[in-house]
């Protein structure tokens, strides 16, 4: 027997229990499902799976299938996470070690897949400052300036989409060890009628990645652009050294280290060098719930010295399954900024304090146009900065559809 056929087996058996929910529809629709997975058609038995843990995410053995059905599907994101969140409910020892199995074959994945996330959100003026005037010194006189802020509005478009195309390396893999070589386009913004109200970075990111059982290494190298307003901003060059440790009880640590170069479009002294550090740990809880705490640290050093600035931070992520066919996600994060030379433009320091949080809902067993699901998105931050005309409120809803298979 393949070893990864065993958790089949094994989730079969945790199954023996009647399923709580709607007894004979649930069994048939499951039923139908792992016939689907096992006749290669794992993208029928998604909606299935997912509609049962809709009634009730603490069907571990629905989960399994349903990780078994998005890696079938070379769905890998999706796999990843039903994956992780069953690590953390009762299973047997030698499901926790197939399940490490699986998440070291999704690192390793061959072939392509692609994500699509898109929502209607009100872009422009959308920051409350406490402030329109800044004073700056002029020859040594402090004199008070109005800011004119573009006050343009409009609906438009938040999107991300990129697609990864990843095959193997032989001459490199090693006993236990598989590596994959992978390129991956992408392109996330602001969409909107009016062109200044337009914020799109797009590029391609490529690298090789190294896949065991509980860790995976990966090498990146990216080339980026930004665009405001249909200029070009910037554009970023940069190599990423990330990994991943990972334990069977749905344990994780992780950290990546990288360095940027900038090239200002605009011609305004950004050119420069980013540095950049992350540390974190994640655990999944139940078998329905996930939290993550990230730490991170970036020194920039421009051509301008004014633009100089090292900013540290830390992100609390959570993840929950409360039933009802809904997935909460919540962000709440912090952040420093402080400018190693502001210079003698303003007065008042203009180092910031930024707070950030989101709330995301989505309806996971309503699916649109096949293969998406809509989600409502709450975002707010606040950046309290020495200048009162640096210092904001925002707040942001987004209505979108997210690709679920």
């Known amino acids: 027997m393949r070893p990864l056929r065993a958790i089949f087996l ?21 039923a139908v499902a792992l016939i689907a997975i096992e006749t290669g058609e794992p993208a029928r038995a998604i909606p299935l799976l997912r509609r049962l843990l809709a009634r009730d995410p603490t069907l571990v053995r629905v989960r399994l299938e349903l990780g078994r059905a998005y890696f079938g599907a070379g769905q890998w994101a999706e796999a990843r996470r039903e994956f992780e969140l069953a690590l953390s409910a009762d299973l047997p020892a030698i499901v926790r070690r197939n399940v490490l199995a699986y998440l070291a074959r999704i690192d390793a994945r061959q072939g392509i897949d692609w994500s699509l996330d898109v929502a209607a959100v009100r872009l422009g ?13 002029v020859n040594g006189a402090e004199l008070p300036f109005t800011i004119e ?12 989409v990129s697609a990864r195309a990843s095959l193997p ?31 799109i970075s ?14 995976t290494l990966t090498a990146t190298l990216s080339q980026g652009y930004r665009d405001i307003a249909d200029a070009r901003f910037e554009s970023r060059t940069g190599a990423l ?3 991943e440790w990972r334990d069977a009880e749905g344990r994780r640590l992780f950290a990546s280290a990288g360095l940027t170069q900038i090239r200002d479009g605009r011609g305004r002294g950004g050119d420069g060098t980013e540095a950049g550090l992350t540390l974190g740990a994640g655990k999944s809880f139940g078998g329905r719930a996930s939290l993550s705490l990230a730490l991170s640290a970036l020194q920039r050093e421009a051509r301008d010295d004014a633009l100089d600035q090292t900013r540290v931070g830390a992100a609390l992520t959570g993840r929950l399954e409360p039933g009802w ?13 402080d400018f190693t030379s502001p210079g003698p433009v303003f007065a008042g320091n203009p180092d910031e304090r930024e707070w950030t949080a989101l709330i995301r809902v989505e309806k996971s067993d309503l699916f649109l146009a096949a293969r998406f699901v809509p989600y409502l998105q709450i975002e707010t931050t606040r950046v309290d900065s020495g200048i009162d005309a640096f210092s904001y409120d925002e707040t942001l809803v987004l209505a979108g559809i997210a690709r679920a298979f």
């Open 10 to 30: 094994l989730a079969l058996c945790l199954a023996a229990a009647p399923l709580r929910a709607e007894p004979d529809t649930a069994q048939r629709d499951f």
């Open 325 to 337: 066919g809904l997935s909460l996600t919540a962000m709440a994060g912090a952040y420093w900024r």
């Open 169 to 199: 390396v032989s001459a490199l893999e090693r006993p236990g060890r598989s590596v994959t070589a992978f390129a991956e386009p992408f392109a996330h913004g602001d969409y909107a009628g009016p062109e200044r109200l337009r914020d």
């Open 241 to 243: 050294l990330s990994g």
């Open 149 to 160: 802020r573009n006050s343009e509005r409009a609906t438009g478009l938040r999107f991300s």
């Open 125 to 137: 003026d959308s920051r409350r400052y406490r402030s329109d005037t800044v004073i700056a010194n």
């Open 202 to 215: 797009y590029g391609l990111r490529a690298g090789l990645r190294e896949s065991a059982r509980t860790r």
